[in-house]
């Protein structure tokens, strides 16, 4: 099965935007952190409710971004029984990851935006809860004295590699590549969330609906790719059955790992089949 290709967040005082955006991604992430003024966050919760329990198919790709604040006990109680993806976790450090995790029995996705969240990853990797990490890295940015991302992504580029690492020891999916606020340039945001998939990235969160679908694009495989990965599959079945250890495809030498792959971009041709979303 893909994990969520584009993660599209919306405030969560505003229930309209909050359908639209699991409509359109993969998974929405209600928002009742940053993007709820601190006065309203009571308001934030009784609207966010009732999206939630209307409808438990949508519900189930919505996941909540809570506090992480004297606000979560409240946000967590608000949550308790409801269906819903997972709870992304702000600011994630291990101390809050477990608290989190002794509240709700629902996947989290730890967001870390701090230097010891950073510095601490794969301990809050190994939370039994996690099921994702990525990096909100303009509060990052900020906690290490570094530049915007907007600016210089640069000086971040240890940071995404050190998430990716960490994930992948845990044996977690590959993170989501971090948002970008710039809505301007489209085109330079869909190559830019390509290159961010070499890197280790799968997929990315967004945080505007015309986002979505230039991620989903640059996740689609070329027609060349689906058709060379179609072979190495069939290859690796026929040899499985054969009890043949040895697999060449159009002269090439074909190990676990190119299989493995192969596997992944056939998942992600019949991507946009298998969620609705193009």
């Given at each position: 099965m893909v994990s969520p290709r584009s993660?599209?967040?919306?405030?969560?005082?505003?229930?309209?935007?909050?359908?639209g955006a699991a409509d359109a991604a993969d998974a929405a992430v209600a928002?009742?952190?940053?993007?709820?003024?601190?006065d309203g966050k009571a308001a934030a919760r009784e609207q966010l409710v009732?999206?939630?329990?209307?409808d438990p198919v949508r519900a189930c790709r919505i996941w909540v971004r809570v506090n992480g604040d004297e606000h979560l006990a409240a946000d967590l109680a608000a949550l308790a029984g409801l269906p819903v993806a997972g709870i992304v976790v702000p600011k994630a450090e291990p101390e809050l990851l477990?608290?989190?995790?002794?509240?709700?029995?629902v996947p989290l996705l730890a967001l870390v935006e701090t230097a010891d969240g950073l510095w601490r990853v794969r301990e809050s990797a190994a939370v039994p809860q996690v099921r994702a990490l990525t990096l909100g890295e303009y509060d990052l940015a900020d906690d290490?004295?570094?530049c915007s991302p907007e600016v210089d992504a640069e000086p971040l580029?240890?940071?995404?590699?050190?998430?990716?690492a960490a994930a992948a020891a845990a044996g977690l999916d590959p993170p989501p590549a971090p948002v970008s606020a710039d809505l301007a340039d489209l085109d330079s945001y869909a190559t830019e969330t390509g290159r961010l998939q070499h890197f280790g990235f799968f997929g990315r969160m967004c945080v505007h609906p015309k986002q979505v679908a230039r991620?989903?694009?640059a996740l689609r495989p070329a027609a060349d790719e689906v058709d060379r990965a179609r072979k190495v599959v069939l290859a690796a079945d026929a040899a499985e059955r054969d009890g043949r250890a040895v697999l060449v495809v159009d002269g090439r030498m074909i190990d676990a790992p190119v299989v493995r792959r192969a596997r992944r971009v056939l998942d992600l041709a019949t991507a946009d089949l298998a969620t609705g979303h193009g």
């Open positions: 993660w599209l967040f919306c405030p969560a005082d505003r229930p309209d935007r909050l359908r928002d009742l952190e940053d993007a709820v003024h601190v009732p999206v939630l329990r209307e477990r608290a989190v995790a002794e509240r709700v029995d290490l004295g570094t580029r240890w940071a995404r590699s050190r998430v990716v991620v989903h694009a």
